[in-house]
């Protein structure tokens, strides 16, 4: 158990240098603005007193290394700054919307494991027949997919022309459909490729041929073939959810929908840093979350991994 | 990931004074050609990609309309005889800007890739070949770069550049900078440990002349392979920065924004947008039909 404790304490130190690093980046950035960073940020419109205020509010008018401590200090106060064009704390902008993201990441990856399992599974049992095609083309048309235009294309089919889902917000459950499939479609690509290749691998191992020559049935051969397959599945999920959070971003511009990634776009289209950094810290956080989760279900899923030694 | 081939050092004479060149040994370039070849996937890609060049390069010559031309009097005409894919809320043709945007399009896909290479492959076989704190201090910057996401780098690099083609291109290169660094890494580590490295040093050459005559050679096969697979995304994310309005500027015909210019009218004009979104999708797909067909002739360890 020792052993288990200090992996973790060893990711989660590994994910805290990360982030800082982020923070680091976040921090320069402001400072590559072209011109004086504090008169971009206050916009065009804005008087000198404004352009002060942010000056003064961003600590910009400090040294860059006073400003990713500043910046450091606040955070751990849970303070991520004042958004330079409403004035509202940056983090309650962001705490009002980040369920809606967080739902919207969490169907989009259950709708693409389970279709992406399942096509991948399909496309391997059926390895050369018209399934495994059928499979590798869904693959890779899933992962070429712009995903702001699958959600048009759904939006006049289901919402214009057939008239059966609302076309955008967040009202009722029935609105969650559209953008749950436009963003699950790329997951269910990539699940599906990299399912239908390991379940190739796995499904011509000794023991799944022992299991089949003991005459099961086919889907309990399969059924083992998948468990052991399930370690670079998860992988892929994990690493691919940054992807999908690339993904919010724009399936919920599309369709209005009321989480963090809308509020970014927003926000980088007026240059309000100060959210820019709030939003793009949280979704690294979301990342590295998911991923060390990701490795410690390897254990669950297959107890022969071990994480420590 | 593994090195491309194991060299066979007896089949090669050993040139006087030095090491015999490890690019000239082990692939049978036809053969790994006629592999690809023969997939089927991969020709359907490369047919795709060679319609869109040719189109891109003579659109001037195929159409008479003008991409940029606005005619406010022939605005939303649904597709027609004279103008095949209809027009758009301006009245400009359609399939003139989608032929005059993939000029754009496919030149921003792979410019941004080239700068990904150039600026990822040396770090990546730096850091893979000299190890120590060299490699830690580019791996941590990669493991920061990759907790970003290729979208939301480049969309955030956007909000510092400036809206434009210029920093666009930029911004999507440097989105996929972090995989090229991994994967130009993991190939130096491998290399590093072949004979003929060994016996580079054993020669005394410099490890910037290992670096490039022997590490950077044996790596080029998956580090172009992947480069075509990643064109496609590199399309995808500036496409996706025009469609938000932060990419290419009106009225440059780029897909991505034709797609968020057509937003607005889906309800009364959804072929406007139809068509930019087909391009889009059937570039990126073409650039991935034919990255899978060289990775599976060339490199099957670079599989997944």
Redesign the interface.
């Known amino acids: 158990m020792s052993g288990f404790v200090t992996y973790i304490m060893r990711r989660l130190i590994a994910a805290l240098v990360t982030l800082l690093g982020v923070v680091a980046i976040l921090v320069l950035l402001v400072q590559a603005l072209p011109g004086d960073p504090a008169r971009v940020i206050a916009g065009l419109q804005a008087t000198p007193q404004q352009v002060t205020r942010i000056r003064h509010s961003m600590g910009l008018d400090q040294p860059v290394t006073t400003q990713f401590w500043r910046y450091l200090d606040h955070l751990l106060h849970g303070n991520l700054g004042t958004s330079a064009r409403t004035g509202d704390p940056v983090w309650s902008d962001i705490s009002q919307r980040l369920p809606y993201t967080i739902e919207l990441a969490i169907l989009g990856t259950v709708f693409g494991v389970v279709f992406g399992i399942a096509l991948g599974v399909l496309a391997a049992t059926h390895k050369g027949r018209w399934a495994d095609a059928f499979g590798s083309m869904i693959g890779v048309a899933g992962i070429s997919m712009p995903v702001y235009w699958l959600g048009i294309l759904l939006i006049v089919l289901f919402s214009v022309q057939l008239k059966l889902l609302p076309i955008g917000g967040a009202d009722s459950l029935s609105s969650l459909v559209l953008p749950t499939v436009t963003l699950g479609v790329f997951s269910m690509a990539v699940v599906s490729r990299m399912t239908r290749s390991t379940m190739l691998d796995t499904l011509d191992q000794e023991y799944v041929r022992s299991v089949r020559a003991k005459g099961v049935a086919e889907w309990v051969a399969v059924g083992h073939a998948l468990r052991n397959a399930f370690i670079p599945i998860l992988t892929v999920i994990g690493l691919q959810f940054g992807t999908l959070l690339g993904g919010a971003v724009l399936t919920e511009t599309v369709f209005s929908w009321p989480g963090i990634g809308q509020l970014l776009v927003t926000s980088i289209q007026s240059r309000d840093f100060p959210v820019v950094q709030g939003i793009v810290l949280t979704f690294a956080a979301m990342f590295v979350v998911v991923n060390i989760i990701t490795d410690l279900l390897y254990s669950v899923v297959d107890p022969r991994v071990r994480l420590y030694r | 990931m593994s090195s491309p081939a194991t060299p066979s050092l007896s089949a090669e004479p050993v040139q006087a004074g030095g090491v015999p060149e490890a690019g000239r040994r082990r692939r049978l370039p036809s053969k790994r050609m006629r592999v690809f070849a023969k997939n089927r996937?991969a020709m359907v890609g490369l047919f795709i990609l060679a319609v869109f060049v040719f189109v891109a390069i003579f659109a001037p010559l195929l159409t008479s309309s003008d991409p940029t031309l606005q005619n406010l009097s022939s605005a939303f005409e649904a597709p027609s005889a004279h103008h095949w894919l209809g027009t758009d809320d301006l009245g400009r043709d359609i399939l003139a800007r989608i032929m005059y945007g993939g000029r754009y399009t496919l030149t921003i896909g792979v410019i941004a890739v080239g700068i990904a290479m150039c600026i990822g492959v040396p770090f990546g076989l730096i850091s893979g070949y000299l190890g120590g704190a060299a490699d830690m201090i580019i791996q941590?910057?990669t493991?920061?770069l990759?907790?970003?996401?290729?979208?939301?780098l480049a969309?955030?690099?956007?909000?510092?550049f400036?809206v434009g083609l210029r920093s666009v291109t930029i911004a999507a290169g440097i989105g996929v900078l972090p995989q090229f660094i991994r994967l130009a890494r993991g190939q130096a580590l491998s290399i590093r440990e072949e004979v003929y490295v060994e016996a580079a040093v054993a020669f005394g050459e410099k490890p910037a002349t290992i670096l490039r005559r022997h590490i950077l050679r044996n790596a080029l096969t998956p580090i172009i392979v992947y480069a075509t697979l990643n064109v496609?995304l590199t399309i995808?994310v500036a496409?996706?920065l025009g469609?938000?309005?932060?990419g290419a500027q009106p009225p440059t015909p780029e897909w991505?924004s034709m797609?968020g210019e057509a937003?607005s009218y889906?309800?009364h004009a959804?072929y406007e947008?139809?068509f930019p979104?087909?391009a889009?999708?059937l570039a990126?797909?073409s650039f991935?039909?034919v990255g899978?067909g060289l990775r599976d002739a060339f490199d099957p360890s670079l599989?997944?």
Do not use: H
């Not at chain 2, 990759?146 to 939301?152: E, G, Q």
């Not at chain 2, 469609?243 to 932060?246: H, K």
């Open positions: 996937a941590r910057i493991d920061i990759l907790s970003f996401n290729a979208f939301l969309l955030v690099l956007v909000a510092v400036g496609g995808l496409a996706g469609f938000l309005g932060v991505g797609l937003r889906i309800f959804s947008m139809t979104g087909l889009i999708f990126v797909l991935n039909l899978d599989r997944e």
